[in-house]
Nanobody, 128 residues
Framework: QVQLVESNGGLVQAGGSLRLSCAASGPAFSTYGMAWFRQAPGKEREFVAAISRSGGTTQYADSVKGRFTISKDNDKTTLYLQMNGLKPEDTAVYYC?????????????????????WGQGTQVTVSS
């Protein structure tokens, strides 16, 4: 069973930055498609960003384009989300996710039910 562990969430003032990490177990990390999702209280889990297995292609939700950057280090089996210019509406629990079998580029996998493995989530709170 693949395990994903998010870290480095926290409380930040609007306009600030955070860098989330997701450490993955298992030797097959480089074969997984990876993504970040987030869920605010009372709302459904929503897509944030996805990255191809090689790390060469990315996709972002319109709400975070130009502010967030997803990246991965296959040697360290770690996924990252650099968040700049944070806004109060970014407040949510952030989850990393992995899909085991990819039939097309991972950037097209934007729905939660398309992913096989999930981390426990890390809280990001942005104050006004």
């Amino acid at each position: 069973q693949v395990q994903l562990v998010e870290s480095n969430g926290g409380l930040v003032q609007a306009g600030g930055s955070l860098r989330l990490s997701c450490a993955a177990s298992g030797p097959a990390f480089s074969t997984y498609g990876m993504a970040w999702f987030r869920q605010a209280p009372g709302k459904e889990r929503e897509f944030v960003a996805a990255i191809s297995r090689s790390g060469g292609t990315t996709q972002y939700a319109d709400s975070v384009k130009g502010r967030f950057t997803i990246s991965k280090d296959n040697d360290k089996t770690t996924l990252y989300l650099q968040m700049n210019g944070l806004k109060p509406e970014d407040t949510a629990v952030y989850y990393c996710a992995a899909v085991r079998t990819v039939y097309r580029s991972t950037i097209y996998y934007t729905r939660p039910n398309e992913y096989d493995y999930w981390g426990q989530g890390t809280q990001v709170t942005v104050s006004s």
